[in-house]
Every structure is written in structure tokens, then in C-alpha cells.
């Protein structure tokens, strides 16, 4: 494949880590566009910050921990992540203390980005 036929894709994940099988959904989607070499952004929005926090714990529902599927990320080539700024000042979460490294945006920089993708797949 020609690098001018790869597509560059953005995952946007706006809902929380367990309350429904959306942001394990868009994970998966993630991980299936990098798996064909396709270039893959992902973005936390909304409650979609939330998916960062190192400290989940999903044993007591019985669902596959969230944190561990985004630590498999760079071994697709998904390195760059973004936050959302807002979401993550109005959760009080500090990004220097989140275990992934993340880019925030705010407003006009999430604007851009969505707007430089080819693809933008929201969950």
C-alpha cells in the first residue's frame, strides 16, 4: 500500500469506562485500524477522560479492565492520545498524574484535530 492511500483515522470515546460497551467498542476499533497499518489518533472527551484515571478497578463487575487495554496501545502504534482540557479540570484530574502520556487540547485544539482526520469515528 502506497503511504498517500493510508487514511489517517481519529477514535473520539465520550462515554465512561464501564457503564456500557461503547468505549470498550471503541477501543477495539482503535486497535483493529492499527492492526492494517492505518494511522490512528484517539481522543477522550466528555466523560471519556475518565478511561485514563490509573486506578480502575472492574473485578467486582466482571468486566475487562479499560487500563490495561489502553497500556497495549503503543504496541499498535498508537502513541499519541489526546484529553480534553475542560473534562479533565472538571473532573480534577491532573494529566501529569495519569500513567499514559497524553496530549490535552482544549476547545479550538479539539476543533483541529477532528478536522484533520480523515476518518472521525465517535463512541
Do not use: C, K
Given at each position: 500500500m502506497q503511504i498517500e492511500d493510508k487514511k489517517s483515522s481519529l477514535i473520539?470515546?465520550?462515554k465512561t469506562p464501564y457503564g456500557s460497551s461503547l468505549?470498550?467498542?471503541a477501543l477495539d476499533v482503535?486497535?483493529?485500524?492499527?492492526?492494517?497499518d492505518q494511522p490512528v489518533n484517539v481522543l477522550f472527551?466528555?466523560?471519556?477522560?475518565?478511561?485514563?484515571?490509573?486506578t480502575q478497578d472492574s473485578t467486582p463487575i466482571e468486566k475487562k479492565?479499560?487500563?490495561k487495554i489502553l497500556a497495549s496501545l503503543p504496541l499498535y502504534?498508537?502513541?499519541?492520545?489526546?484529553?480534553?482540557?475542560?473534562a479533565l479540570a472538571r473532573?480534577?484530574?491532573?494529566?501529569?498524574?495519569?500513567?499514559l502520556p497524553i496530549t490535552t487540547?482544549?476547545?479550538?485544539?479539539?476543533?483541529?484535530?477532528?478536522?484533520?482526520?480523515?476518518?472521525?469515528?465517535?463512541?
Open positions: 473520539v470515546l465520550r468505549s470498550r467498542s482503535a486497535l483493529a485500524t492499527a492492526a492494517f472527551m466528555g466523560d471519556g477522560v475518565l478511561q485514563l484515571l490509573p479492565n479499560v487500563a502504534d498508537i502513541e499519541t492520545l489526546f484529553a480534553d482540557a475542560g473532573y480534577n484530574i491532573n494529566p501529569a498524574e495519569l500513567t487540547l482544549d476547545a479550538s485544539g479539539m476543533r483541529e484535530l477532528l478536522h484533520n482526520h480523515d476518518h472521525v469515528l465517535g463512541f
